[in-house]
């Protein structure tokens, strides 16, 4: 993503446009895969969505989803994507058992809410039993990906689903059988690099797996045991005019791979973490992770062969998050934890602020010290409890959602519905907090979807367009 000076960052991020290099329009201007284009979370769309709504206030529609899930909207043309579950671990249907599992892809037209299909499928079974920790997301966290004439959706062992974007299937092609020895169950999303589908299946099989996006037919796979605790998605990072390298962050390490042929071309330790939540990100060719219970952070370049740690690392350190990714932005990485925001800056690792989010906007001074011992625990949010339809268990805590920019300001919403906006800079500047609902058992885990001055929020019951 190419830098920007804030005072020129609309016109800026429309040039911007014209020079990266993904797999289509689609994913150039558009939102067509988890957090946007090539992962990013940034909208190269000028277009600035509203920075202040309530549940009447610049909501263009809001719809009830069929079932609950923690994917994110994607945006293709008129059309918006979006998966979720039925028939089982559903507050609609709290004693039905798994047998009754269906994934669903729902269209909807962005314009009025009106859903135009949905498309259910039936499960692979045995699934995960919905409870514990792998109820805080359950069986629809995968966000599905398009090439602008079709959809590819991953529903972790029933495999990946091709469909037209009139609803017809095209393929169906398992990528594993396997499910997480942690109970946490997957939630990796597919890409797309030229005619390949790429998908994550940590869980299901420990690999990367490359489909044929006309077939389903396998073309590649790599194997190896560092992919049992993922659950991040993996980007592409132009590394010269010939070199296009696919990095993903495992435990302990990043790793970078040939997307051509799933050849691993270069690794790095470096992350203290035994799991790897998050994705990773980048801007110019440099490649950062924030990740672990410890803390772990590093800015990479990317390019060469072998173990690079002692030749490509820019920077390290010790800062710490979990679920959400972080979002680079004008030379600086913006990422939330437990009610807090962080901001680093990309070029030495330093950091700029560290502060509390407020619920009441009267609170929100600027902020450039540390926030307080219980800002950092996370003390006072509120937790959730299992049961069906989901956000419960141990951690709950934790925000699953991760922020995006959009027109120019930083867009982050809370698990429980609060829903900020925060201007970029040196301190931090929080513009508005906003609630589209009061509805408690209202489960906000999914990342908003940015175009066309819309912004698009779905929670564990509903979809809402947010626009002027």
Known sequence: MLRVNAAISFLALAIAAMFVAPSSRAETL?????RGPNGSGISLDPSPPPTSWTSEK????????PGPGSS???IVGDKLFVTCWTGYGTSQAPDAS????RRHLICIDRSTGKTLWDRSVEAVLPEDNYQGMFAEHGYASHTPTSDGQNIYAFFGKTG??????????????????????RRWGSSSSPILYKDFVIVTASAEKRALVALD???????????ADGFQSVWGTPILVKVDESRTDLVIGVPFELWGFDPTNGELRWFCPGLDTDTFCSSVVSNDSIVYAVEGRSGGSIALKVGGKDDISKSNVVWSGRDRSRIGTPVIYQD???YFNSGVANCIDAKTGKQVFEGRLKKELADAAPSSGKASAASASGEGEPRRRGGPGGGGGPGGGQDYSSPIIAGGMIYYTSRSGDMYVIQPGDELKQVAVNRVSNDRDEDF??????????????????????SN
């Open 58 to 65: 610049n909501v263009r529609w809001k719809i009830d989803l």
């Open 445 to 466: 885990s999914s990342t908003p979807a940015a175009s066309q001055g819309q912004l698009f929020i779905r929670s564990s019951k509903r979809l809402y367009c947010i």
């Open 160 to 181: 990946v689903v091709a469909f037209d974007l009139e609803g017809k299937e095209l393929w169906r092609q398992a990528v594993g059988d396997g499910l997480d020895s």
């Open 72 to 74: 994110s909207p994607i």
């Open 332 to 334: 600086k990485l913006y």
């Open 30 to 34: 558009g939102w067509n895969r988890f």
């Open 213 to 223: 996006k006309k077939t389903g037919k396998v073309a590649w796979e790599q194997k």
């Open 98 to 101: 798994m047998e009754a599992l």
